[in-house]
């Protein structure tokens, strides 16, 4: 008496209705079994598609049947395309069955292999079997292709993203709190700070909260999904292009362009990029050039008897060095003596106005997208509201769709108020003279990275060590500070190139002191 194992296969892309339900396949091979007195020794169940054999209930089948070393055996299923829909490999698994004394049969099918005409009915089976899963796979891809070509994202929302269905059961993505204001913070620091590589944005961006690896991170920051747009990837007729979706986007397409920029120059860069301050006793470094021979100065530690002393000092050959807390003192003093003189002070405060101007304008425009935003969101629980009334949608959907719009609302005030404080609400332009005239204590008490930046800020360009701050620093912040020259009319040639150095220092300091501000909030 063979063994008789009936196969039962449904997969997960397969409606399991009309025929194809594991109940309505079991209950014909059952009958089937009892009337012609087969004794069934298991049944197996398979969700998992017939391109393959590369299947685990199939595979656990095989590795059975192995076991019953030549003891015939039949292998039972409803139709053909439940055991193979890829012709090449049924053949080659009914051979390898065969060789094996078993025997397969489809109820619903029968084929009789006695016959040698009856292979011609079996390839008509496998091959509609085939040709049918290929016209549904093409499908589709046409139906994503369409879907991509109107603007919607069919796939996985990515990261900042939420995946949404709207009350008429429209599905779509929406920007996800925190994730999208961490993604935002990242597109701008990445045009504001063009000194801070990208790496150390990552970092930032991850101690907030975004999770994410690092090579992530990088097709992250160079995907249009987030300023809006789709890229719908090559066709058969169609190159690739870039869209505008249907999806609110994160970020502005204009400051999205303005990163691509960045990116491209930063991967077609030829300099090597200055080495991150790590010790506070090297803020200085990359900044020095030797007095004797001109080279850049290097920092290194050189342990005492007692403590450790730090020096800038050149190359072995040169051996010129100078204690790096007698270079970082005198600069320090200098901050805070120094007074920027009133006409300067005048503009740096003009310059201050037309940031918090500029910010105060950008605040009213995000103002008013996030207002529209929350007055869909209000529409939508409104309209939801009124289809439950004349019972369109169920409770369970109503109370979904309220609950949604609950969250949008409480993230778009979130939103706003953190626009508000970046904005500088309420803030007064002339608190500016307090930091313009005490950057020294500011200095004083800063991270290595900000006093990093207010050093390069008055030492833009490489300087020739002295052991007078006052001869190192550049002619304009000289004029600047009211500081006297020790040659008058000596740089005369540097008279253009200093106004416009003038105002590109006075417009940075202003940002600084502005961002300053926004810290005391």
Known sequence: MPAVYLYIRVSTDEQAVKGYSQRSQLERLVHYCKYNNLIIIETIFEDYSAKTFNRPAWNRLMIKIKSLKNRPAIILFTYWDRFSRNITDAYLMLEKLGSMGVSLQAIDQPIDFSIPESKIILAVYLATSEVENDKRSRNVSLGMQKARLEGRWINKAPLGYRNKITADGKKYIAPYAPEAFIIREVFEEIIKEKRVTISEIYKHAVSKGLRCSISAFYRLIRNPIYCGQIKVPESENEKSKVINGLHTGIVSIILFEGVQKVLRELNNSKFVKKKKVLNENFILRGVLLCPICGKTLTASSSQGSYKK??????????????????????????????????????????????????????????????????????????????????????????????????????????????????????????EGNNIFCHLGDIYEVSDIITKQRIARLFFPEKVITDEKILNMLPEFIKKIFGIKLEKPGSRVGETLGNDEKINHFLKEISLFAFEQQLKTI
């Not at 000092?313 to 010129?320: G, I, L, S, V």
């Not at 100078?322 to 002070?345: G, H, M, W, Y």
């Not at 003009?350 to 009213?364: C, H, N, V």
């Not at 005030?413 to 309420?426: C, N, P, T, V, W």
Request: with cysteine; hydrophobic share 35%.
């Open 309 to 430: 002393y730090y020096y800038y000092h050149c190359t072995r050959e040169c051996k010129y060095r100078i204690r790096t807390d007698f270079v970082n003192t005198s600069f320090l003093t200098f901050l805070k003596e120094a007074q920027i003189d009133i006409p300067f002070l005048k503009t740096a405060n003009d310059f201050l106005k037309e940031i918090g101007k500029g910010r105060q304008e950008a605040y009213q425009s995000k103002k008013r997208e996030i207002g529209r935003a929350m007055d869909k969101s209000i529409d939508r629980s409104l309209n939801a509201h009124q289809l439950f009334s004349i019972g369109k949608i169920d409770y369970d959907d109503y109370f979904l769709i309220k609950n949604s719009c609950k969250v949008y609302l409480k993230n778009y005030a979130s939103e706003l108020r953190e626009q508000a404080l970046k904005a500088g609400i309420g803030m007064l332009a002339k």
